[in-house]
């Protein structure tokens, strides 16, 4: 048994190298299309030397994975469920390199050894040459069948091999097999002359002269013999051509022979050309085609022209002058086909036109007529070129003069060249497409991985260098991506290349909203349509939008493909030509599409980023706002309970002076000083957003129009100030003193930034539609909704801003000035926040400052004043007031200011003990002062217990902070009495007098 297993093996290695020296691969496939065995003579022929180093790695992979469409794995399925097999047969695919090769495949079924599984083995051979070979044959074999004159092969052993329809016919011959195998000498009348050139031909390779020849039925005729030795590319002889005339008749047809000669040897030159070149320079050897079939017809002009894929205009075309050019005398390219109608008509029957005389053309080929005139022809022969069992083009000659006849023997010899260069043309054609298309699917491929993990900041540059690539591999003239707002299709960003001496258009739609303003690309593109126009007539009469823009733009060709993240549209990706008109095709189309959104997924991902990014620094910024906005309000609510003990003392002092008293003088100032340094707490406050406001219909043009001559006293002398207001601007709700301390500190800040050289600054308002990306970049965003605001925007040429500046502005304390406090900007926060609206700034160095300040458009509602009390005549001094509060300072200043004026005062440290104190003398208590940040128990809470208590009793509320403040905290009790620290003696008694007269 082991020795039979030897042998076995024996036998199949031997087996294996025999196919192998014979170019014959082995390919198993399972059902699934899964490589389950391959040689290495399949993996040659299957030129899969890219994949893998060794046929054991292709094992385990599937075939369509590897040469997509060759052998389709349904394809595979259904043959192995019906067991039905076709013989052997010849496919064609593209390899990697782009090569096209031919494959021929036997297919077997089999059973794998171990499992059973039914499995396909196929014999795999690369024809390629042969087919190749093949071809050519059957190009010259078809020139030779068709020609006119007597050709035929002679082997080297002077055997006759081949002979023509028409060396038969000259001959007497009916069937090419009556003549095969014969020896040459015995078709000539002297065999020993005929030996004699044969030797001649073997030695020198070619004769030519006469002989006289001998038909089948015996007779003699005159022969003139044409004989070359046909070699190989080693110059090795393979075989003798012989072409032979009757030249019985040589006075009559001497002419006509050497003409068909001369047309012959043209075609087989053409042939050999094309052949040999053909998959090299495809334009010079059709050039040369032209030039020696034009030369030898003796015509000025020889022209090929084909059709565009629509079959309307004139696609690709080749023309050669007598002159030495190659390039047609009018334009053709783009041409209107149907406007040659009469010859149109003709051609399209398959008929060939001869026009001796374009003078004697029909009144209804007038354009032809004129066309030909502007062509500088006088006579014109046209073919219809054939490829795929249709008309595809037109091959013609053109001579300048007039009344030239075309005859049979020219005509069929141009019916011939246009074949041939069909045929080549449309093949070389086709595999151009095929490696355009790899190309470009590598092209894609490439970009598409390059954003594949690429830092946000990169992306950008990367996508203009990627619309570079696409742009120029298209050979287009500008390669574009508009990127649209989501909600109201306005055209938000733009990415663009263009090539050289092409004017740039990136900034015409910037801002624009394309959904109105160009309804039918929009409604298209928004259905996730490709827009495709290989012409502007292309557009129909509702796109006249549409046209305009393209007419302006001077573009002639325009492929736009939608781009969508989610199903949404999000942008447009677009190539426009300006030079030429575009036929675009469909596999254009959905690599456009691919990249379109390989862009939109790399914008989306980059946006995403820098949303995160921002709103994390957004985040950072609030925490570090609100910081410190607690960090302002906890010093100014402390700094004015200090001030509070300063103003009062000194109020106290003052009434005890008399008012001749010199030290009144210093009290005074002591005071006023104080007052200033509460401005500086207010200011504070304002930045902490708990300054108190009277919120009403405000119009901020109103507004700013009624401080104008203000403004124009506090700004620089070098600073020239102008206004653009808005004339129907909304009212917004919001307080109008605190509103002018906006606009004045905005002035102010943009004056001390034109101090120095001097410039101009100007106030604008009006009313804008800001989305959500516009808010995302304001500061104090806090969840702001898309809609319409009122704006106020105050912008100077000044000095500007660095990044590291403008990221600390709103600081407070933070200043760039040798002189003030710092507080300008960052109250204008304050404010802005209180009034629910945000900050947009824009600065650079010496590029000037814009600060727009937006507040949303709400329904204004009427603001019902309360009644006042009637004035009493007489003043309450009498009653007893409990003063609650956590400072001694103000406990003190209180209880004398009040003593003072007829009161009986009892105090309570804390919010506990002036609940006590409360339920101890609640009959005889007429007014309570209740401080509302306070230890153990702050004056909410005891605001609360007071009123449980007793209901009637006035509660006035007292706070560093602002009424406002006090106003959040108690807000469901409606209308409350606020006394704002630091407040004077007078402040104080007139507070205290009204609360307990309102009663």
């Known amino acids: 048994m082991a020795d039979t297993s030897s042998e076995s093996l024996e036998i199949h290695a031997i087996r294996q190298e025999a196919l192998a020296l014979a170019g014959i691969g082995l390919l198993r496939l399972s059902a699934k299309g899964v490589i389950v065995f391959i040689d290495e003579p399949a993996m040659r022929v299957l030129a899969l030397d890219w994949a893998a180093n060794s046929p054991a790695e292709l094992v385990g992979r599937r075939i369509s994975e590897l040469i997509p469409g060759l052998f389709p794995e349904e394809r595979i399925a259904a043959q192995l469920r019906a067991e039905v097999w076709p013989p052997c047969h010849e496919t064609s695919f593209v390899t990697d390199s782009g090569a096209i090769r031919c494959l021929q495949h036997d297919c077997h079924l089999v059973s794998d050894p171990v499992s059973g599984e039914k499995q396909i083995q196929m014999i795999l051979r690369d024809v390629t040459a042969r087919k190749s070979a093949e071809q050519q044959e059957r190009i010259r074999q078809g020139v030779v069948d068709a020609s006119f004159s007597a050709i035929g092969t002679v082997d080297l052993d002077g055997a006759m091999t081949y002979a023509n329809p028409a060396l038969l016919r000259m001959w007497g011959y009916e069937d090419a097999s009556e003549v095969a195998g014969r020896k040459a000498t015995s078709f000539w009348r002297d065999e020993a002359e005929a030996l004699q050139v044969l030797e001649v031909l073997r030695r020198d390779r070619e004769w030519s002269g006469h002989l006289a020849g001998r038909r089948k039925d015996g007779s003699c005729f005159d022969v003139h013999l044409t004989a070359m030795t046909v070699v190989d590319s080693d110059n090795n002889p393979l075989c003798q051509m012989v072409t032979c005339v009757d030249i019985s008749e040589h006075e ?263 959904r109105d303003r160009f309804p039918w690309a929009s409604q298209r593109l928004g259905a996730g349509e490709p827009l495709v126009l290989e012409r502007l007539s292309d557009l129909p009469p509702e796109a006249s939008a549409e046209r305009t823009l393209m007419e302006m733009q001077s573009v002639r060709s325009l492929l736009n493909v939608p781009i969508t993240v989610s199903r949404r549209l999000i942008g447009i990706f677009g190539l426009e030509s300006i030079t030429r008109e575009i036929v675009w095709p469909d596999d254009m189309v959905v690599m456009a599409t691919i990249m379109g959104q390989v862009f939109g997924n790399a914008i989306v991902r980059k946006q995403a980023e820098e949303e995160r990014q921002h709103l994390e620094d957004q ?147 009006g009313v804008m539609y800001a989305d959500q990306a516009y808010l995302t970049a304001t500061y104090l965003q806090d969840d702001l909704e898309e809609g319409r605001y009122v704006f106020i925007e105050v912008a100077d040429t000044g000095c500007g801003m660095d990044q590291q500046t403008v990221s600390r502005m709103f600081d407070p304390f933070f200043s760039t000035k040798f002189t003030g ?106 007014c309570v002062i209740l401080d509302m940040t306070m230890p153990v128990m702050d004056g909410k809470e005891t605001y609360y217990a007071l009123r449980k208590m007793h209901s009637h009793v006035p509660i006035i509320l007292s706070s560093g902070y602002s009424q406002a403040d006090a106003r959040i905290r108690l807000e469901e009790l409606g209308t409350i009495t606020f006394i704002q620290k630091p407040y004077t003696t007078t402040t104080l008694i007139e507070t205290v007098r009204k609360a307990i007269r309102t009663t």
Request: hydrophobic residues 40%; contains cysteine.
């Open 252 to 514: 009559r047809i001497e002419e006509e022979l050497r003409r068909r000669i001369e047309l012959e040897r043209m075609i087989v030159r053409i042939s050999t050309v094309l052949v040999s070149q053909m998959s090299h320079d495809l334009t010079t050897s059709v050039r040369f085609a032209l030039e020696e079939l034009g030369r030898a017809a003796h015509a000025d002009h020889c022209f090929l022209i084909f059709e565009s894929k629509d079959r309307r205009r004139v696609g690709n075309g080749y023309w050669w002058r007598s002159d030495g050019s190659f390039t047609s005398p009018i334009p053709i390219e783009g041409f209107q086909i149907a406007k040659l109608g009469w010859i149109v008509r003709r051609l399209a029957l398959g008929e060939d036109v001869a026009v001796a005389d374009i003078d004697q053309l029909p009144r209804r080929a007038a354009y032809e007529r004129d066309l030909f005139a502007r062509s500088d022809l006088g006579s014109g022969l046209f073919v219809p070129v054939r490829y795929d069992d249709r008309n595809t083009g037109v091959i013609g000659l053109g001579t300048i003069r007039h009344g030239v006849v075309w005859d049979e023997q020219t005509l069929s010899f141009v019916r011939i060249a246009g074949e041939i260069l069909a045929n080549v043309v449309h093949r070389r054609s086709a595999e151009e497409e095929v490696m355009r298309r790899a190309e470009f699917e590598r092209m894609v491929n490439a970009i598409s991985t390059q954003f594949i993990g690429m830092p946000p900041d990169e992306i950008d540059g990367e996508i203009t260098h990627a619309l570079g690539t696409i742009g120029r591999f298209v050979q287009t003239d500008r390669c574009y991506i508009s990127l649209l707002s989501t909600e109201r299709g306005m055209v938000t960003d733009s990415y663009e290349w263009c090539a050289e001496g092409v004017k740039s258009e990136l900034t015409v739609l910037r801002g624009v909203e394309v």
């Open 619 to 765: 985040v950072r910024h609030a925490q570090k706002l609100e910081s410190l906005g607690v960090l302002a309000g906890g010093i100014a609510h402390d700094f004015n309970n200090v001030l509070m003990g300063i103003i009062g003392n000194a109020g106290l002092a003052m009434m005890e002076l008399p008012p001749e008293s010199p030290v009144c003088e210093c009290i005074i100032h002591i005071e006023r000083a104080a007052q200033h340094a509460a401005e500086l707490t207010n200011q504070l406050l304002a930045y902490s957003g708990k300054r108190a406001f009277s919120l009403k219909p405000v119009n901020l043009s109103e507004l700013t129009r009624d401080m104008m001559h203000l403004l124009e006293t506090v700004i620089s002398k070098r600073a020239f100030l102008t206004t653009r207001l808005s004339q129907e601007l909304p009212a917004i709700q919001g307080d109008a003193g605190q509103l002018r301390q906006v606009v004045m500190n905005l002035i102010t800040n943009a004056s001390d930034a034109v101090e120095e050289a001097g410039g101009n600054i100007r106030i604008a308002t």
């Open 821 to 926: 406090r710092g507080l300008g900007l960052a109250a204008v926060l304050g404010i802005v926040r209180a009034h629910k609206g945000a900050i947009k700034v824009d600065s650079a160095p010496n590029q000037g400052t814009q600060f727009r300040v937006i507040f949303p458009c709400q329904e204004l509602r009427t603001v019902v004043a309360r009644p006042q009390a009637p004035e009493q005549e007489s003043l309450a001094t009498e009653g007893m007031v409990l003063v609650v509060d956590d400072e001694p300072t103000i406990r003190r200043v209180v209880r004398l200011t009040l003593e003072r004026v007829g009161f009986r005062v009892i105090t309570a440290n804390d919010g506990r003990e002036g609940v006590k104190e409360f339920e101890n003398h609640k009959e005889e208590i007429q």
